[in-house]
């Protein structure tokens, strides 16, 4: 008898049930993120998500905005050296979580999320270049 199909079934539902609860405890952290540590760590690492999100639509747009595959290529090169410093920095800053307490995602995320917005602002102007912004 071949049991895979029903251990897929079970790591499927096991994996449902935890993004159910994982959303269920986003939710009640959002409505007080000062409730306690653990809310703020879930509501630091929900800002660090959508500061991620809008970063990542507008390095599109300024991808897609760049004519030629040389200044693609520096583009994706520069984001990529980016991403290296933003994630060291951020470690030398906070240090690794083994190394620190209950507090650690909180500073952590909210490192990265500093750098991530003024990552985005920096791609803002850099399409202002490139398409021309209204005043």
Avoid at 25 to 46: H, P
Avoid at 94 to 101: A, V
Wanted: contains cysteine.
């Amino acid at each position: 008898m071949n049991r895979r199909p029903l251990i897929a079934c079970v790591l499927l539902a096991l994996s449902v049930s935890a993004i159910a609860q994982n959303q269920g405890l986003l939710q009640e952290s959002l409505k007080d993120c000062d409730k306690n540590q653990l809310a703020m760590n879930v509501c630091a690492s929900y800002r660090f998500e959508q500061a991620d999100k809008a970063l990542n639509e507008q390095y599109k747009q300024n991808l897609t905005a760049i004519k030629g595959q040389p200044a693609q290529t520096r583009l994706r090169e520069a984001q990529r050296a980016w991403l290296v410093f933003r994630d060291k920095d951020c470690m030398s800053d906070t240090g690794p979580r083994e190394e620190s307490g209950s507090i650690w995602p909180l500073l952590h995320f909210s490192c990265l999320e500093k750098h991530t917005l003024r990552r985005t602002k920096d791609l803002k102007v850099q399409a202002c270049g490139m398409e021309g912004c209204a005043k």
